[in-house]
């Protein structure tokens, strides 16, 4: 009887899971594997494994251009931070004037919840927004009085030497528009467009006031630092007119919340973007 019993078991089992496989693929027909992991109730044929095969090697291609994407933009940056470098070198008073402009341009970002990448884009074009200032020759750069009229003119081709540079360099054609705008004023009247309002790129008028912050943070041969209150008064008096008005605002609501990160001393305002080195 016990003997039977077991038999009858031994039987009836796999007609049982044949039929639990049945109910499963019944019930969940959008299921990709309907039978347990590890058990497959046919073997693979040739042309799976031809599948399988040919799907791991687009996988790893598609990694390995990633890789080399992320290294040819590594190489782009680096590229262009070296002419960042090379004119701040020349230029006494740029010091670290892009990397603060970017450690600005960080703060003045936070409230409006950008994504990864567009903060990223932002960040690296304003370490990259002076490039184009190695056009311009050492006698009116490094002039120390103020600039003649024509000097000016030629100070004003910054922003387009700038823009030819990151054309040549394709992984940095969204920081472009940046660079290129980075001296239009809001209500117009900027250069080298005379763009105004939201017709000049969002990152833009976020450079437009970090720039201007770190110029009235940094002392000059013909001027001194300016207070925490004597810059917030000054970029209220630009609301809307150089600067944008909420970009405006939110500098101020920053400032004089935290006044001591513009007052303290910033060796740790070092920059890296987000995908620089990954
Ligand atoms: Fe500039």
Not at 207 to 219: G, K, R
Not at 242 to 247: E, G, K, L, N
Request: hydrophobic fraction near 40%; include cysteine.
């Amino acid at each position: 009887m016990k003997r039977r019993t077991i038999s009858a078991a031994l039987t009836s089992a796999p007609a049982a899971w044949v039929r639990g496989v049945d109910n499963a693929r019944r019930t969940s027909p959008a299921s990709p594997r309907p039978w347990p992991i590890g058990i497959r109730p046919t073997p693979l044929t040739f042309d799976d494994q031809c599948a399988s095969e040919a799907r791991r090697q687009v996988e790893e291609i598609r990694q390995e251009l990633s890789r080399t994407r992320r290294r040819l933009r590594n190489f782009q940056l680096d590229m262009v931070t070296t002419l960042v470098a090379a004119v701040e070198a020349k230029d006494l008073h740029a010091g670290r004037h892009s990397a603060n402009v970017a450690f600005y341009a960080d703060r003045l970002i936070r409230p409006f919840r950008l994504s990864v990448r567009q903060v990223d884009v932002i960040r690296t074009a304003a370490i990259l927004h002076d490039v184009g200032k190695i056009g311009i020759p050492d006698a009116i750069l490094t002039k120390p009085g103020p600039l003649s009229p024509d000097e000016w003119q030629v100070v004003k081709q910054h922003p387009l030497t700038g823009a030819a540079i990151l054309r040549s360099a394709a992984c940095l054609q969204r920081e472009l528009p940046m660079v290129l705008h980075h001296h239009e004023w809001y209500e117009g009247g900027g250069y080298p467009d005379g763009l105004c309002g939201e017709k000049i790129p969002f990152g833009a008028r976020i450079l437009q006031v970090a720039d201007a912050i770190d110029a009235m943070f940094s002392p000059r041969s013909y001027k001194c630092s300016y207070s925490v209150d004597r810059v917030c008064s000054e970029l209220l008096h630009g609301r809307g007119v150089q600067f944008d008005p909420v970009v405006a605002d939110v500098a101020v609501s920053w400032l004089n919340r935290s006044p001591g990160e513009v007052t303290a001393p910033p060796p740790a305002r070092k920059f890296q973007t987000m995908q620089h080195r990954r």
